[in-house]
């Protein structure tokens, strides 16, 4: 099944007057070469082969090594039997291995699969066998630590490269040989070919593989599994080059001339798509590997001060308190991009009084749409939307029940969103595709399971996750619109609200309230839930009061920096 669908220009489109006002074509997706990540980094090395492709732990990689690097482990990966269609596990943190693993596989043909460094063995089972993965990269910490106890038990698996984060900047090598049942274990550094060997195996490679192809899966990305077991959405390179083409309409990439800081993990959607678009255009890219290590991230960017910084809010917020980030020369960088969950509009005021104005984005998507729809840009931003739909996509807004009926202007419903990114389906889950992705008017269209509403200038406005959206006297409660009120107030350092089935009303939720307090802000907690109280009655319709509040040291955060409403829950 394929979601492509070509859009045509219809002037009863709401954004379509954003977009007149920007001085933009909504209906034309900029040309999309036919190149995968291979090929980019291939005539980078070319091209810029002096430039900085990657800055790890302050070294730097240039794209000619980065391009030599791919040679020589896309050698190994043939050695090891590899071919086109097989799969690649990306069972790592944010470090150059996972780059260049990914763009040898992308040069071989393969398949790649990230696989989160938080995941348990059961859960790298379940994703080795849904992935089907053939050749797992790991680091030696995880294989001692988790994979060591899961890798006999994936069907597929023939070999484990283990490495250590510093291999690929001169640290020291893991020395690692053994066997975990039927699969092979060893050290990455002692294996790879050299470029002389790599290049020999790569030519003999090419006269008996298929040509690699845009169309073909690049990325096989694993939802958070929020609903239920995760989902391999499968992502051609036409499907993640053309939604940077269509992001970067606003966001402005130059070639050759960018330094991207992004503390997005690159197992995550978000994270890959960055990475993606600095690659595609020669920019030098700041890997990040721990973007809770507020002092290291400031570090990076005091040695080499981005042009451009992605990141979610809740490390925004982070940044923000950190007196190194305040004292950066920010004259030099011209976007600032924000996704994943919501940004309240008074955080995102006191991020642009430091970093300027009209240089804040934020973008809405999910994986299943490589991943951006929406786009809130920097020079027309609307404070608490997520922007109008990127070029060349359609956004519709259904009615929650039926998920066919269109909704005016104005009244929430389920976003459905169609274009040339949307994914190809989940991998050997039929019921679930025909579930995220519905025939309308000729089209297909990925149902996203949120709660929206779009106004008359095209831009989208969500209020909650289907299934986070609460019912207190029948009426709807949206978490997101609690959180932004009381987000307002200067002693709340992050929120969250959840709902706790009513036992006395059947059908009913109790709204919950979760807060964390500014270190400097604590103080009687009887105390500031009396204010709290007070301050809800005061700014919220009495259903959405909150009528439990908890005060807790830390909000637990997802690995992509998402508030963890699960774990709330539990």
């Known amino acids: 099944m394929t979601a492509k669908v070509a859009v045509t220009l219809r002037p009863d489109y709401p954004w379509l007057k954003t977009y007149k006002a920007m001085g933009l074509d909504w209906d034309h997706v900029p040309d999309v070469?036919?190149?995968?990540?291979?090929?980019?980094?291939?005539?980078?090395?070319?091209q810029f082969p002096e430039r900085e492709a990657l800055v790890f732990l302050g070294r730097g990689i240039t794209y000619r090594e980065l391009d030599q690097l791919a040679d020589r482990m896309a050698g190994?990966?043939?050695?090891?039997?590899?071919?086109?269609?097989?799969?690649?596990?990306?069972h790592l943190p944010n470090t150059p291995q996972y780059v260049v693993a990914f763009t040898a596989a992308a040069r071989l043909g393969?398949?790649?699969?990230?696989?989160?460094?938080?995941?348990?063995?059961?859960?790298?089972i379940h994703q080795g066998n849904d992935a089907r993965i053939d050749v797992l990269l790991t680091l030696q910490p995880l294989w001692e630590q988790v994979v060591t106890h899961a890798a006999s038990k994936i069907r597929s698996l023939r070999a484990v490269l283990v490495s250590n984060p510093g291999d690929m900047i001169g640290g020291e090598i893991a020395a690692i040989e053994e066997m975990?049942?039927?699969?092979?274990?060893?050290?990455l550094m002692d294996h790879l070919a050299t470029v002389e060997e790599a290049t020999s195996a790569l030519q003999h490679a090419a006269k008996n593989a298929v040509q690699t192809d845009m169309d073909d899966v690049l990325y096989l990305q694993y939802t958070g599994g929020t609903t239920g077991a995760p989902k391999g959405a499968r992502l051609t390179s036409r499907n993640l080059f053309t939604n940077n083409v269509q992001a970067d309409v606003f966001y402005g990439y130059r070639l050759g001339q960018e330094i991207v800081a992004s503390a997005f993990p690159l197992f995550h959607i978000g994270g890959a798509a960055v990475l993606f678009n600095a690659l595609r255009t020669a920019a030098t890219f700041l890997l990040i590997p721990d973007p809770r290590n507020i002092d290291h991230v400031v570090s990076e960017m005091q040695r080499r001060m981005p042009t451009i910084i992605a990141a979610v809010p809740a490390l925004y917020q982070m940044l923000c308190q950190h007196a190194g980030f305040r004292s950066l020369d920010f004259s030099g960088m011209h976007t600032a991009v924000s996704g994943a969950a919501p940004f309240a509009r008074e955080e995102v005021a006191r991020l642009a009084d430091i970093i300027g104005a009209d240089k804040f984005c934020e973008v809405y998507g999910m994986t299943e749409t490589s991943p951006v729809q929406t786009l809130n840009p920097a020079t027309r931003f609307k404070p608490g939307s997520v922007g109008v739909p990127v070029p060349g996509?359609?956004?519709?807004?259904?009615?929650?029940?039926?998920g066919v009926t269109p909704m005016p202007v104005g009244e929430p419903g389920e976003v459905i969103v169609t274009g040339p990114q949307v994914m190809q389906g989940y991998l050997a889950m039929p019921e679930a595709t025909?579930?995220?992705?519905?025939?309308?008017?000729?089209?297909w269209w990925m149902h996203t399971g949120d709660i929206g509403?779009?106004?008359?200038?095209?831009?989208?406005?969500?209020?909650?996750r289907s299934k986070d959206m609460l019912i207190v006297g029948g009426f709807k409660v949206f978490s997101v619109e609690v959180e932004n009120k009381v987000q307002a107030l200067p002693w709340v350092a992050m929120c969250a609200v959840v709902g706790r089935a009513d036992a006395n009303r059947p059908g009913n939720d109790i709204v919950q309230l979760y807060v964390q307090?500014?270190?400097?802000?604590?103080?009687?907690?009887a105390a500031r839930r009396e204010e709290l109280d007070a301050y809800c009655r005061a700014q919220m319709s009495p259903y959405k009061v909150p009528r439990e509040i908890f005060f807790i040291e830390a909000i637990p955060l997802t690995s992509v920096g998402k508030i963890d409403k699960k774990a709330l829950r539990q």
């Open 76 to 90: 190994l990966l043939i050695a090891l039997g590899c071919r086109k269609g097989d799969v690649l596990g990306l």
């Open 33 to 46: 070469p036919n190149r995968t990540l291979s090929d980019y980094v291939r005539s980078h090395g070319e």
């Open 110 to 124: 393969m398949v790649c699969t990230s696989v989160s460094p938080l995941m348990t063995p059961s859960e790298v």
């Open 434 to 443: 025909a579930e995220a992705l519905r025939e309308h008017d000729g089209m």
């Open 393 to 402: 996509t359609l956004v519709r807004i259904v009615d929650a029940e039926d």
């Open 180 to 187: 975990c049942g039927d699969v092979k274990v060893f050290s």
């Open 517 to 525: 307090m500014m270190p400097d802000q604590i103080q009687d907690e």
């Open 453 to 464: 509403v779009m106004d008359d200038e095209g831009y989208v406005t969500i209020f909650d």
